[in-house]
């Protein structure tokens, strides 16, 4: 799990290549920085289907990288 453990929106371009960090140690989320060297993760790339806002997962638990599916909230209840 990052420190950014809840949604984060960017704004993304149609048909631009992003790579969203899916280690959580990048300090530049929530894209990859390279800092996932040596965990064994690779970051997910994924083309942006439309120009606009887009609400990526921090937390890093989404079923649905890499987009926020709620999940950060279910971790934030937990005990
Ligand atoms: S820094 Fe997290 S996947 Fe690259």
Redesign the pocket.
Known sequence: MSDKVETITVKVEQGKKY?W??????SNQPF?????KGTG???LTFVASATGDVMLCGCKATKSPPFCDGTHIKLRNKP
């Open positions: 790579h960090c899916k280690c959580g140690k990048s990859c920085n390279g800092a996932h993760i690779e970051p």
